[in-house]
């Protein structure tokens, strides 16, 4: 079996995991009545929509073999940038969150310059920026807390109903014709193909993902962060299997030696990994501002970086990088956040939830490990 | 011969082999091989790359274990069975292999009793531990400060704490690998005085070298093997280099050429190629002038100096020459990727390029096939398909990957070049040696290249994936395309190539063409010294 299958399979179990886990908090007395209900699972998409956002970033980062330890501190960072616009520059909402995109990009160009030119270790780099980003928050804000303007809650409000409803539908639409059409196209040129069963599999599964949104998004419309979301994820997947430089990224970790002889440039091709994620790192920062109205530069984004990345690896990424999924983060990053919303719901105690959620993640990464050792032997 | 007698007469030896014979899957590396070494003297062991050297040192020093293969090692007359490295050292058994294994950030002294560091009250007593350093570096002459880092020393000095360290291990033979490789001249003489001295009092020591000029300089003896086999072991006094080259390539090479003729015979150049007026019409593809190439590292010598040559479209060129000679660094400095000062021109169809990267290289038409396939070749957790396209991904698709694109002209290509393999989105490890080859060839052939440099193309390559790679090279050559060959295998050279450049010490030694290229032609310009004329000494083989 190789790399991609087993990380489809994965995939399929994350996904196999999560309705499980729905299906109890929907049997269980004390939640069946909240938790399948329309306003707590968009609550629970919102909620992850911004782990979501970075995990696409980290999953690329970490299949480079690297880490990004500042997200939190960059988020707020990034927050902070927009607020003041708003605030200190009068500037309107779209400049504002422009500029905190910009910002994190250049965050992100910062460390991976480091990263990349002197082979300094992105733990250190990052760990420096989770220093450093946090403390220039505070800096730039005086540490003080900072607000948005109303304009600016375009990110955290809900698309309009009809166009939410459109997008879902030729989304999935869109989907169904590629898998098609490249089907098509494969058969002609003597490609292989997926099995029928795989491409039933995908389909349904596409149809189910719509269907469901449609179901708790068609009557109040799609929440922003969670469209921002997707189309991070429907970014990150196109980046990594269809672009050349998706390709460098798994050939620079793969062999980096290979690699540079081949033509590929090793540095840039880092560099860009790490301004992707600061770029993803600012619309997160953005969401963050944008939900509650404004930044608390000393507390927003605060140990983000952790459920990033226990997101990213609880869905398959191996932190010894070469192997990542994408989809697999975000559903490890909804497989976390329902977990949180049911032990919530169940009256766990916080302190309780901490430990449960630490030997989950340890559970989770035991069974991978696991389980590609049967396989290696 | 009873037991008894032949423990008497192995008692005259510091160490005798008897019928050593190693066998590897497909391959015997040693074929009954029986050396002794007497007390007090420097044998050579001399022979090409794969005659089996490396196997014999291996067995000697442990590394393969009494059982992995037949045949009988006696010291001073005692039966040795070493089980691992440390028998037989405890033995008295010490090699110093090519590559330094000296830990570069722990001081001459920490190196020297690394393992065996003198303790007083459970801990490490530092001060013995600098005194016995001391008395162990004056056995060997050096005088250098115990306590200095092994980083801050010169490569002739780490290379003389090597040998401390083996001598330091109540070693009552040596076996040198090859150790005068990072050596300027001037450091060869010291170690030669130091290993003189060494043998007067006692020391047995064995001597491995490709440069013959050395082996007649310092040993007593010379063995040379060839094909796994002992072809004669002969005094140093009684033969000359000449006589030693033949022995080291066999004299028969009319007969392995008609057999490569026989087996395969599209392997053979194309007749075309002896015209001489056809191949003056074909364009120059590569001109090199005076190419130099300076490196302000420790060798003592800078790896490429003064070299020009040319390759034209559809020529085979061969790069002769034993290690460390210039190849790799000069199909390196092609490739954009010379480290150190280049001066001289290399011009391509023409042009003066200046190569600063493999990027550069590759737009200008150059390939390379690098020797380590594995390390530098391949992506290896990466499909077939993936590596194919890695280096032409640009041409083929654009920006965007198009999956489909990609894999109907990943498959042509493999297709083309009769790659097994189990399917095309298969990790490129799980493909044998040959196929891996065939893999990183197709990767080049996809970015349409006019010159195509080849570093040993066929090491790890079994037999018959050879013949097909053979095959390859001469189909694309024919078709127009240039290629710069370097290789260690002299049948290889002498199958393949049209003319052949001989470098020696980052110099071109000399240039041979059809049809007077022959293995012992190429060995006596790799070696150097003596350049009588071939024919003289032919009637002593």
Redesign the interface.
């Known amino acids: 079996m ?3 299958r087993r990380l489809q399979l994965h995939s399929w179990a994350m996904a196999g995991v999560l309705l499980g886990l729905w299906a109890i908090l929907a049997i269980l007395p004390k939640t069946r009545s909240v938790f399948l209900t329309e306003y707590n699972l968009v609550s629970l998409t919102v909620h992850m929509s911004y782990i979501a956002v970075i995990a696409v970033g980290m999953t690329l980062v970490i299949i480079i073999r690297g880490i990004d330890l500042s997200v939190g501190a960059g988020a707020a960072l990034c927050g902070v940038v927009a607020a003041m616009l708003q605030m200190d520059y009068n500037q309107p909402a779209w400049v504002a969150i422009a500029a905190a995109v910009a910002a994190g990009a250049a965050l992100g160009y910062w460390q991976g310059w480091w990263i990349s030119k002197f082979n300094i270790p992105a733990f250190v780099v990052t760990l420096a920026g989770f220093n450093a980003f946090r403390g220039l928050a505070l800096v730039l804000s005086n540490a003080r807390g900072m607000s948005v303007k109303e304009d600016f809650d375009v990110v955290a409000d809900n698309l309009p109903r009809s166009f939410s409803i459109a997008v879902i539908i030729l989304g999935t639409l869109a989907y169904l014709g590629w898998l098609l059409h ?1 089907t098509r ?2 058969k002609q ?4 193909v997926l099995s029928a069963v795989a491409m039933t599999a995908d389909a349904v599964a596409a149809l189910a993902v719509g269907g469901f949104m449609l179901s708790i998004y068609s009557s109040h419309g799609m929440p922003m962060p969670v469209f921002l979301a997707m189309a991070a994820v429907g970014i990150g997947i196109f980046l990594t ?4 430089f ?2 460098h990224v ?2 620079i970790v ?2 980096p ?9 090793v540095e840039r091709t880092t560099i860009w990994v790490y301004v992707f994620i600061g770029i993803l790192t600012g619309i997160a920062g953005v969401i963050l501002a944008g939900r509650v109205g404004g930044v608390t530069p000393g507390n927003t984004g605060n140990l983000l970086e952790l459920d990033v990345i226990a997101a990213v690896v609880i869905g398959g990424t191996s932190l010894s990088g ?1 192997r990542g999924s994408i989809l697999g983060a975000v559903l490890g990053a909804m497989v976390f956040a329902t977990l949180s919303k049911g032990m919530n719901l169940l009256e766990v105690n916080s302190n309780w939830q901490l430990i449960l959620k630490g030997l989950i993640l340890m559970g989770a990464v035991l069974i991978d490990v696991l389980s590609k050792r049967k396989q290696t032997t | 011969m009873t037991e008894l007698a032949k423990a008497a007469r192995a008692a005259e030896s510091v160490l005798r082999m008897t019928g050593l014979r190693k066998e590897f899957p497909g391959v015997v590396a040693l074929d009954g091989v029986s050396i002794d070494v007497r007390p007090g003297e420097i044998l050579g062991l001399v022979g090409e790359n794969g005659a089996g050297k490396s196997t014999l040192i291996k067995i000697l020093g442990g590394v393969y274990p009494a059982g992995s293969f037949t045949g009988d090692i006696f010291l001073a007359g005692e039966r040795q069975r070493f089980s691992g490295a440390a028998d037989a050292i405890t033995a008295g058994v010490s090699i110093v292999h090519q590559e330094l294994s000296l830990v570069p950030d722990m001081s001459v002294a920490e190196n020297l009793c690394l393992g065996s560091e003198p303790r007083r009250f459970g801990l490490v007593d530092a001060v013995q531990m600098v005194a016995q350093a001391r008395h162990q570096l004056d056995k060997v002459g050096a005088n250098f400060d115990p306590e200095a880092r092994v980083a801050s020393l010169g490569i002739s000095e780490q290379q003389l704490v090597e040998i401390a360290r083996a001598l330091g291990n109540d070693a009552s033979l040596v076996v040198l690998d090859e150790p005068t490789a990072a050596l300027s001249d001037a450091e060869v003489h010291r170690l030669f005085d130091i290993l003189g001295d060494l043998r007067a009092s006692g020391t047995s020591f064995i001597f491995v070298s490709h440069h013959l000029d050395e082996v007649f300089t310092l040993c007593d003896r010379i063995a040379v093997l060839r094909d796994g086999q002992l072809i004669d072991c002969v005094e140093t006094k009684d033969t000359d280099q000449a006589h030693i080259v033949e022995l080291m390539t066999g004299a028969e090479l009319a007969h392995l050429d008609l057999a490569g003729k026989a087996t395969d015979p599209a392997a053979q150049p194309s007749p075309s190629m002896a015209g001489k007026g056809d191949e003056t019409l074909r364009p120059t593809v590569l001109q090199i002038e005076h190419l130099h190439l300076h490196t302000p590292r420790w060798r003592g010598r800078d790896p490429l100096r003064d070299i020009s040559l040319h390759v034209r479209a559809g020529e085979i060129v061969a790069l002769a020459g034993a290690m460390g000679s210039g190849r790799t660094a000069l199909l390196s400095t092609l ?1 954009g ?1 010379g480290r150190g000062k280049i001066a001289g021109r290399i011009n391509l169809d023409g042009e003066l390029v200046e190569l600063s990267g ?2 550069d ?3 200008s038409g150059v390939a ?1 096939v ?1 020797e380590d396939r594995k ?9 077939v398909t ?1 590596n194919l ?3 032409a ?2 041409d083929i ?1 654009g ?6 694109d990609e ?2 002209r990943a ?1 042509e290509t493999a297709a083309r070049l009769c790659v097994s393999a189990p ?5 490129v490890a799980t493909l044998s040696g040959g196929n891996q080859q065939k893999v990183v060839i197709g ?1 080049w052939l996809l970015t349409q290249p006019k010159l195509l440099l080849l570093d040993e193309p066929t090491r790890g390559v079994d037999v018959g994936a050879k013949a097909e790679i053979y095959r390859l090279i001469r189909g694309l050559v024919d078709d127009g395309l240039a290629v710069l060959l370097a290789s260690s295998d002299l049948p290889e050279i002498v199958r393949l190539a049209d003319r052949v450049v001989v470098l020696r010490d980052g110099r071109v030694a000399g240039e041979l063409a059809r049809p007077h290229v022959s293995e012992r032609a190429i060995m006596q310009l790799a070696v150097g010294g003596t350049t009588s004329p071939m024919s003289s000494k032919g009637g002593k083989a």
């Open positions: 190789n790399k991609t490249d196209r494969r040129a003597g490609a292989a299997h269809k672009t050349r998706g390709r798994y050939a793969g062999n030696e290979a690699a540079r002889l081949s033509g590929i440039n070469g | 490739f990727q493999p990027a290289a590759i737009a390379l690098p390390g530098r070749g391949l992506v290896l957790g990466m499909s993936h396209t890695l280096a991904l640009r698709t920006r965007f990957v198009d999956g489909v894999e109907t498959s399917s095309m989105d298969a990790a990767k």
